[in-house]
């Protein structure tokens, strides 16, 4: 029986008013310290969470369907998310149009030995601990217990990236930031024409690889039609790759900033940190990536943390209704190269200025060199820890 098949267990009532209750809260101190535009932010995560929750939106598994058995469907799916994103960011950035006064600006960020070595450790530890995407949300196999190392894992490993975010980005040398779009004679056509021209070849080429290797199928998708298919089930995936890229799009309109996961673990475990008696604030990632004021302000009074409070609490609420919020046991095995994988993907991720999200997803859509690097050395980690595994069974999960 395929996940699509599945059928789920009743809503679970207590977890559901649990989260419900902590999402009012949030919300309640997000206006009565931010103000609206905050409100609209935690929505947002919200819908992103719920949209999480229905959607193939893997990075590791994108690449190694292509060696396992050919099957490009999900790496189409990207590049539709990214042909659409880059437009609307495109149109977004060189209008500069946003809401509640802010100016946008998209994720672009440097090309530094920090991106190289961060984005191949995120693709390496994605590959050997990715119980941190949808499916795992869904698994009735662990994946959701497992889903706590490699949660744990990443908090750790962002906050001790960004104590080293110095040694990778500063001490090393390093680019400027450049946008293909404001930093080259391309201008925003041109840049929009380069990378939609390069999203629409891999659209073609993977389509005509798909074609030669005649793979099987992925699991029949769900027409959205009826009402516990489209709370419950896997939404097809073309709409996922519309809904994300609208939504990242509507982030960057009232955040003016795109919708980033990393920085929020970065402050949650600097302000850990900060607590048990280390200086996160002499840390050069603060000052830099962000303002240190945000550590003694109230995580209310950050963007980041309220975008990703809704971002949680979406995707819980949505598995609380469909009956997920149950955990069986794992091998300590499973457990420690989950919780590695964590620490790799989050140590990668902060010094590499985010992760398939912050540099792969929203650095493409703003057109930042940086994110067209992040994004070839995520490859070839997620490549390694394949060929790894096959060479070490135990890395394979």
Do not use: C
């Amino acid at each position: 029986m395929t996940e699509d098949q599945t059928k789920y267990e009743d809503p679970q009532y207590g977890w559901l008013l649990a989260f419900a209750a902590a999402s009012v809260f949030v919300l309640w101190m997000s206006y009565t310290t931010s103000g609206w535009q905050f409100v609209v932010l935690f929505v947002l995560g919200f819908l992103i969470g719920f949209t999480l929750f229905h959607t193939r939106y893997g990075f590791s598994s994108v690449y190694t369907q292509i060696l396992e058995d050919g099957n490009t469907q999900m790496l189409r799916g990207h590049m539709q998310k990214l042909i659409i994103a880059v437009t609307l960011f495109a149109l977004i950035l060189s209008t500069q149009t946003g809401l509640f006064g802010v100016r946008p600006e998209g994720a672009v960020s440097p090309v530094s030995f920090g991106v190289v070595i961060g984005a191949f450790l995120f693709g390496f530890g994605m590959n050997i601990g990715s119980n941190m995407g949808p499916a795992a949300m869904k698994t009735k196999e662990g994946g959701r217990t497992a889903l706590l190392f490699t949660v744990t894992g990443f908090l750790t490993g962002a906050t001790i990236g960004g104590a080293h975010y110095a040694l990778w980005n500063v001490s090393l040398p390093h680019m400027s930031p450049i946008s293909l779009a404001e930093d080259t004679p391309l201008g925003y056509i041109g840049a929009w024409l380069l990378q939609t021209g390069i999203f629409a070849a891999v659209i073609l080429g993977s389509y005509l690889y798909k074609k030669k290797r005649r793979p099987p199928a992925l699991p029949p998708m769900p027409r959205g039609t009826g009402f516990r298919e489209v709370l419950f089930h896997w939404w097809p995936i073309w709409v996922g790759a519309t809904v994300f890229a609208v939504l990242n799009a509507a982030v960057l309109l009232v955040q003016g900033s795109p919708w980033k996961l990393t920085a929020a673990f970065t402050l949650w475990g600097s302000k850990i940190s900060d607590a048990v008696g280390f200086d996160p604030a002499s840390w050069r990632y603060w000052g830099d990536q962000a303002a240190v004021t945000d550590l003694t302000n109230s995580i209310f009074t950050s963007s980041l943390s309220v975008l990703n409070f809704g971002v949680v609490a979406g995707t819980l609420v949505t598995m609380a209704l469909a009956g997920l919020m149950r955990f069986s046991g794992i091998t300590l095995l499973n457990a420690v190269m989950t919780l590695a994988g964590g620490l790799l993907m989050g140590y990668g991720a902060a010094i590499s200025f985010g992760a398939n999200v912050g540099a792969y997803f929203s650095g493409l859509a703003s057109m930042s060199l940086h994110a067209w690097v992040w994004t070839l050395f995520a490859v070839l980690g997620v490549y390694t820890a394949y060929y790894a595994g096959n060479k070490l069974p135990y890395l394979r999960q």
